[in-house]
């Protein structure tokens, strides 16, 4: 029987008439997942990728950045092409670049975080992946908000650093100055196609019997076990989403992942109550050998059973995840599969997810010698119930955000209390 991937390549390759239509590129399984969540989402929403950058106001000029974005499109394919479904596959539609850099202003008694959260709510999926929004930190405020928004099938938080250095970059050169030739242009795209072709075989090696009998009977009693949405509406001018952060100590060599896991197990049980299979995800994985670090071919996102109630040592909790690595490239639809072919009612949606990165390795954003700071923007719409990052560095800095339509706040708040405690004290390795 033909893998997912197998499958998934022939019905792509029939899409390709040969009839110069414009170009259709095929998407990896880390794409293909944003695809599926978007098609469980009842209102369609696709994921977004947002980063937010204060600068004294007056500082980024329109022109000049939407010049720069442009460039940038025009080098990098997967920047101006479309997210679509074509007769059941979904593929990426390449279309000219059209960067918008939208000035937002605040009415009287709102700021910037109000108005990105009320345009990033309105994102519409058919238009550009990366999009631009600059708006004034109040009437009379001395900053300046940018955000640097991207739709997730296009851009994973790891290939953000070059992002925001290459825009950088272009700012600086200036609105006049040249795009990328036509030659660069079409080596750009090869070596995405070629990235693209070389990580799908991958995956299509990682879809072997052998991986599906593995996740099968790993997933086999998951089920997600996030509440339906809570009946009572929030109050008028509430936030869709909570959020919780906590800034300590860094230890030497940073928290282990198992035992982040194990922090993020402890949320999940005070969140769904003890007993429960719940499925977690984290992004791992990398680029096939060989292939060039385009943008757009990123990370898998991987499944972790995180069974509540018990309390398994660091060690066991360490090597169930050295045993999921060995089958990690294996595309989230195929895991799906499997889980369901095995007996699992799971469909595929998250009830938490665990990000985590370097901050060693998170340039600064500088237009025209100006360094922009990084902020967040708290109360955007999220997906799914809860969602954990870690930021590793000279200092650890734990984050949660939740979905207030599922999770009230009390529960969740006690959930960041847990996981933070669990990092804090992680179980003791057995022996």
Avoid: K
Wanted: with cysteine; charged share 20%.
């Amino acid at each position: 029987m033909l893998s997912i991937t197998s499958q998934y390549l022939a019905r792509f390759r029939r899409l390709d008439a040969g009839d110069g239509t414009p170009v259709l590129l095929p998407v990896t399984g880390a794409q293909r997942r944003f695809a599926l969540v978007r098609a469980m989402d009842p209102h369609g929403r696709p994921d977004l990728v947002p980063m937010f950058f204060a600068f004294p106001r007056g500082t980024v000029d329109p022109e000049r950045l939407a010049a720069a974005a442009n460039r940038l499109a025009a080098r990098h394919p997967v920047l101006r092409a479309r997210p679509t479904v074509l007769r059941g596959t979904p593929v990426l539609r390449l279309e000219r670049p059209q960067v918008p850099v939208i000035q937002e202003t605040c009415a009287p008694g709102e700021d910037a975080a109000t108005v990105l959260r009320r345009a990033l709510g309105r994102w519409e999926p058919e238009g550009a992946p990366l999009r631009l929004f600059l708006v004034p930190d109040g009437p009379e405020g001395t900053e300046e908000v940018l955000a640097v928004v991207l739709d997730h099938s296009a851009c994973d938080g790891q290939s953000l650093a070059r992002l925001v250095e290459e825009l950088g970059a272009g700012y600086d050169e200036g609105p006049e100055a040249e795009g990328p030739s036509p030659a660069d242009v079409a080596a750009e795209l090869a070596a995405y196609q070629d990235a693209v072709l070389r990580q799908l075989d991958a995956e299509e090696r990682a879809g072997a019997p052998e991986a599906m009998v593995y996740w099968g009977e790993r997933l086999r009693t998951v089920c997600e076990q996030a509440p339906v949405a809570r009946p009572e509406p929030l109050s008028p001018g509430t936030p869709p989403s909570g959020s919780a952060a906590l800034r300590m100590p860094a230890p030497s060599g940073g928290v282990p992942f198992p035992e982040l896991l194990n922090a993020c197990r402890a949320a999940a049980a005070v969140l769904y109550g003890a007993g429960h299979v719940v499925p977690l995800g984290y992004p791992w994985g990398g680029r096939p050998a060989g292939a060039a670090p385009v943008l757009g071919c990123f990370l898998n996102t991987v499944v972790f059973p995180t069974t509540t109630g018990d309390a398994p040592t660091a060690s066991a909790t360490a090597a169930a995840w050295w045993d999921d690595l060995d089958h990690a490239a294996t595309p989230f639809d195929a895991v799906v599969h499997a889980a369901r072919a095995a007996g699992s009612g799971w469909r595929g949606r998250l009830d938490g997810m665990l990000t985590v990165d370097d901050t060693r390795r998170q340039p600064p954003l500088r237009l025209g010698g100006v360094t922009g700071r990084e902020i967040h923007v708290d109360g955007r719409a999220v997906r799914g119930p809860f969602a954990v990052s870690v930021s590793q560095g000279p200092e650890l800095r734990l984050r949660m955000v939740w979905d207030r339509a599922v999770l009230p706040d009390h529960a969740a708040e006690s959930a960041f209390t847990a996981l933070a405690d669990a990092v804090r004290t992680p179980v003791p390795t057995a022996g």
